[in-house]
C-alpha cells in the first residue's frame, strides 16, 4: 500500500499522512500549564511530518493526573493550549489532545485530591485506599470529560482521544479484577462497559461532525483476571455500534500492574528504581521484576492481537507498537489498518518520518531500550539524543 503519505480522512478532519504521533506523556507542564517546552516539543515532531501530534495528556479532573504536574482542562489552560495548536497548526499538522482520568493510576498525594477505582482499593503510590465513585459521581466525570473535550475545542484542537486503556479510570471499570462493583457499573461486562460507551455517546453530541474522537482502547491488560481479549473484542463492537467513535487506537497493558506489555524492549528497572522516593524504591526492588516484565521487541508487536480487531470491525482502526520504518507501516496498510500511530522513535529523530518519505530504505535509531520511560519526571526524551528540546528547569 503506498498510499501512507497521502491526504486521509479521520471524522471530519483531514490529516496529511496516516501516521499519528501516539500519546506519550511529555512532563513538561510543572504547573500544570502548557509551557515553552511543551509547545517546541510538539512543533519540532509536527515539523518532522507526522499527520497529527497527540498531546499527553489532558486530565478531566485535578485528582484525575497521575501527578499534580499535569496538564487539566480549565479556563486557566486555553491561552497556554491555543498557542500550542497554533504552533502545531504552522507546521501543518493537525492536533490530538489525550482525555481522561487516571483513576487508580492517579497519585492521590502529588494531586492532593483522592485517587478513584471502581471499588476500594490499596494505592502504593500514596499508601492509602482509594475511593469508589457513586452512580451520580460517575454521571459527574462523564460530564467532565465533555467539558474537557469542549474546552479542547475552544483551544484549537482537532481531535480528542479518550483515554479508555491502561488500567486509568474507563479501563479499570472495564477490568473484572478491579471493578467488583455490584450495581449498573459492575459485574457483567455490559455493566463493566456502560462507562465507556456513555463518555464516547456524550463526547459525540458534545462535538461530533466538529472533532475527530479517537479512543485508546486495551486489547488486554495482561494480567491474571484483567480485561480479556475477548472482552475488548465485544466492547469494540459495542463502541462500533454506538456510533460515538471516528476511529479506535488498540492498546494493551497496564500502568498499574503490567507496562512493559505495551512498551516491549528493555525492562529499565534500574532507572525507573532511581526516580521513586527512597520507601517505595525499597518496594520497587522487590517488585520491579514483577511489574516490569520482560517482552522480547519485534517490529508491529501488537498487530498478533491487532488483526482479530481488524476481522470484526469495519470502524477506522490505529495500530500501534513497533512501527520505526517503512515496512512496518506498509504491513499495517496490507493487514488493513488506516492509521498507525509512531512513539518512541519519534522521540529519537522527530524528523524520523520525514526522512523515511525521501529515502525508503531509512530505519530508525531507536534500540527499544526504554530509558525514556523513566524520563517523564524530568521531561520525556530520548537519553541516546544529545540535541533534544528544551526541558524545564523549574
Not at 30 to 57: C, K, N, Q, W
Not at 107 to 124: C, I, Q, V, Y
Not at 265 to 277: M, N, S
Amino acid at each position: 500500500m503506498n498510499d501512507i503519505f497521502e491526504p486521509v480522512d479521520l471524522g471530519p478532519i483531514t490529516l496529511r499522512n496516516r501516521v499519528i504521533k501516539a500519546a506519550t506523556f511529555e512532563g513538561r507542564t510543572p504547573d500544570a500549564l502548557v509551557t515553552d517546552e511543551l509547545i517546541e516539543f510538539h512543533r519540532e515532531i509536527a515539523a518532522g511530518g507526522v499527520g497529527m501530534s497527540t498531546i499527553a495528556y489532558c486530565a478531566v479532573a485535578p485528582g484525575g493526573r497521575t501527578d499534580r504536574h499535569q496538564i487539566w482542562m480549565r479556563p486557566e489552560a486555553l491561552p497556554g493550549l491555543r498557542r500550542l495548536t497554533d504552533a502545531i497548526h504552522a507546521e501543518g499538522a493537525k492536533v490530538s489532545a489525550q482525555i481522561g482520568h487516571a483513576g487508580p493510576v492517579a497519585n492521590a498525594a502529588s494531586n492532593r485530591a483522592p485517587a478513584l477505582a471502581p471499588t476500594r482499593l490499596w494505592s502504593p503510590l500514596s499508601m492509602k485506599m482509594m475511593q469508589s465513585p457513586s452512580v451520580a459521581e460517575i454521571q459527574d466525570l462523564v460530564a467532565a470529560h465533555v467539558r474537557a473535550v469542549l474546552l479542547a475545542e475552544e483551544a484549537g484542537f482537532d481531535a480528542v482521544e479518550l483515554h479508555f486503556g491502561h488500567n486509568y479510570l474507563v479501563s479499570s471499570f472495564l477490568s473484572p479484577l478491579l471493578n467488583r462493583r455490584k450495581d449498573a457499573y459492575g459485574g457483567p461486562l455490559e455493566h463493566r462497559a456502560r462507562m465507556a460507551r456513555e463518555i464516547a455517546l456524550a463526547v459525540r453530541e458534545a462535538v461530533g461532525g466538529r472533532l475527530a474522537i479517537l479512543a485508546k482502547l486495551n486489547m488486554e491488560d495482561g494480567v491474571r483476571g484483567g480485561f480479556s481479549l475477548a472482552e475488548s473484542l465485544q466492547v469494540a463492537s459495542w463502541l462500533e455500534s454506538d456510533g460515538g467513535l471516528d476511529a479506535l487506537e488498540l492498546t494493551a497493558g497496564s500502568s498499574l500492574l503490567n507496562p512493559m506489555l505495551l512498551f516491549h524492549g528493555d525492562a529499565p528497572r534500574q532507572a525507573f528504581a532511581k526516580t521513586l522516593p527512597g520507601p517505595t524504591r525499597l518496594g520497587f526492588k522487590l517488585v520491579g521484576k514483577a511489574f516490569l516484565r520482560e517482552y522480547p521487541y519485534h517490529g508491529t508487536y501488537l498487530l498478533e492481537r491487532a488483526r482479530q480487531f481488524r476481522r470484526e470491525l469495519s470502524m477506522p482502526l490505529v495500530l500501534l507498537g513497533g512501527i520505526t520504518d517503512i515496512d512496518d507501516m506498509r504491513r499495517a496498510r496490507r493487514e488493513g489498518f488506516e492509521f498507525m500511530a509512531m512513539g518512541r522513535a519519534l522521540l529519537r529523530e522527530p524528523d524520523l518520518l520525514q526522512r523515511i518519505r525521501s529515502d525508503a530504505e531509512t530505519r530508525s535509531a531507536c534500540i527499544h531500550c526504554n530509558e525514556c520511560m523513566p524520563s517523564i519526571y524530568t521531561g520525556t526524551r530520548c537519553v541516546l539524543r544529545l540535541d533534544g528540546p528544551p526541558i524545564p528547569t523549574h
